[in-house]
C-alpha cells in the first residue's frame, strides 16, 4: 500500500503522492473525510500523468463557473459536455453526457474553465464533502489544455509539462495506449489525525504572525 502525505496549500489545494511538493502551511487535510477539491498531485511529464488518470475526455464548457462556499473556502462548478473520450476507467460515461468540473480558482495553479472552451480533461471523481457526483483535474493546472481548431493542445499557463509541446488530439490514443492508468491505493487519514495536525498549523501560523 502507497501511503501518501497530503498537505495544505494555499487555499485548499492538496498535495498529492507521486512528487510531493514541500509547503510552507504544513498542514494535512484529508482526501475523502474532509474538503478534498483539486488535490494536487504533481507529475512530471504527460506520460507520468496518463499513467494516473483513470478518465481523459475533450469536452465543451456550457456554463460559466457557479462560485459557492463550503466552510469559508471559494468553490466553483461548471457543466462539461463531453465530446470525446479517450479513456473512462470503469466505463461510466458516454459521449453527449453532462458532468460537473468542481475547481478551487487558485491563480495558475487552477485556471476556471471559461464557457464554450474546448477542454482536453485529465480527471477523476472528486470524493469528499464539497458536492455529490462531480470530477476534478488531476494536477490543477497539469490536466487542463484548451483544444484548438486544428486539434493542437494547449497548455493553460505558462507551466508547461515536458510532451505536450506540438501534441494533438490524435496523438492522444497512441499516448495513452503506452501509458496505461495504473491506480494507486492511498493510506488515508482519519478525522482526528487531520484535525490534531490542523490545529497544529494555526498554531504555528499564529507563532509565527506574532514574531512579524
Same mark, same amino acid.
Given at each position: 500500500?502507497?501511503?501518501?502525505?497530503?498537505?495544505?496549500?494555499?487555499?485548499?489545494?492538496?498535495?498529492?503522492?507521486?512528487?510531493?511538493? /514541500?509547503?510552507?502551511?504544513?498542514?494535512?487535510?484529508?482526501?475523502?473525510?474532509?474538503?478534498?477539491?483539486?488535490?494536487?498531485?504533481?507529475?512530471?511529464?504527460?506520460?507520468?500523468?496518463?499513467?494516473?488518470?483513470?478518465?481523459?475526455?475533450?469536452?465543451?464548457?456550457?456554463?460559466?463557473?457557479?462560485? $459557492?462556499?463550503?466552510?469559508?473556502?471559494? $468553490?466553483?462548478?461548471?457543466?462539461? /459536455?463531453?465530446?470525446?473520450?479517450?479513456?473512462?476507467?470503469?466505463?461510466?460515461?458516454?459521449?453527449? !453526457?453532462?458532468?460537473?468540473? =468542481? /475547481?478551487?480558482?487558485?491563480?495558475?495553479?487552477? #485556471?476556471?474553465?471559461?464557457?464554450?472552451?474546448?477542454?482536453?480533461? $485529465?480527471?477523476?471523481?472528486?470524493?469528499? #464533502?464539497?458536492?455529490? !457526483?462531480?470530477?476534478? $483535474?488531476?494536477?490543477?493546472?497539469?490536466?487542463?489544455?484548451? +483544444?484548438?481548431? !486544428?486539434?493542437?493542445?494547449?497548455?493553460?499557463?505558462?507551466?508547461?509539462?515536458?510532451?505536450?509541446?506540438? =501534441?494533438?488530439?490524435?496523438?492522444?490514443?497512441?499516448?495513452?495506449?503506452?501509458?496505461?492508468? +495504473?491506480?494507486?491505493?492511498? !493510506?488515508?487519514?482519519?478525522?482526528?489525525?487531520?484535525?490534531?495536525?490542523?490545529?497544529?498549523?494555526?498554531?504555528?501560523?499564529?507563532?509565527?504572525?506574532?514574531?512579524?
Amino acid at each position: 500500500m502507497k501511503k501518501c502525505l497530503i498537505a495544505l496549500v494555499t487555499v485548499i489545494t492538496l498535495v498529492g503522492c507521486n512528487n510531493i511538493i /514541500q509547503s510552507s502551511n504544513p498542514a494535512k487535510a484529508p482526501s475523502q473525510q474532509g474538503v478534498d477539491a483539486n488535490p494536487s498531485e504533481v507529475f512530471a511529464d504527460m506520460n507520468e500523468l496518463a499513467q494516473n488518470t483513470p478518465i481523459v475526455i475533450v469536452g465543451q464548457v456550457k456554463t460559466e463557473g457557479k462560485a $459557492f462556499d463550503y466552510k469559508g473556502i471559494n $468553490f466553483y462548478e461548471s457543466t462539461i /459536455q463531453i465530446k470525446d473520450i479517450y479513456r473512462d476507467h470503469g466505463n461510466s460515461l458516454s459521449k453527449g !453526457d453532462r458532468i460537473t468540473l =468542481l /475547481q478551487n480558482d487558485v491563480g495558475e495553479l487552477d #485556471p476556471l474553465v471559461k464557457k464554450n472552451e474546448k477542454v482536453l480533461f $485529465f480527471l477523476k471523481n472528486y470524493e469528499g #464533502p464539497v458536492i455529490d !457526483d462531480a470530477y476534478r $483535474f488531476m494536477g490543477l493546472y497539469q490536466g487542463h489544455y484548451k +483544444v484548438k481548431k !486544428d486539434g493542437e493542445i494547449v497548455a493553460v499557463g505558462s507551466k508547461k509539462l515536458e510532451g505536450v509541446e506540438g =501534441l494533438l488530439t490524435s496523438d492522444l490514443n497512441a499516448m495513452l495506449e503506452d501509458s496505461p492508468y +495504473v491506480p494507486i491505493e492511498l !493510506d488515508v487519514m482519519t478525522a482526528e489525525e487531520i484535525e490534531k495536525a490542523n490545529e497544529e498549523e494555526r498554531k504555528l501560523k499564529e507563532e509565527h504572525d506574532n514574531n512579524n
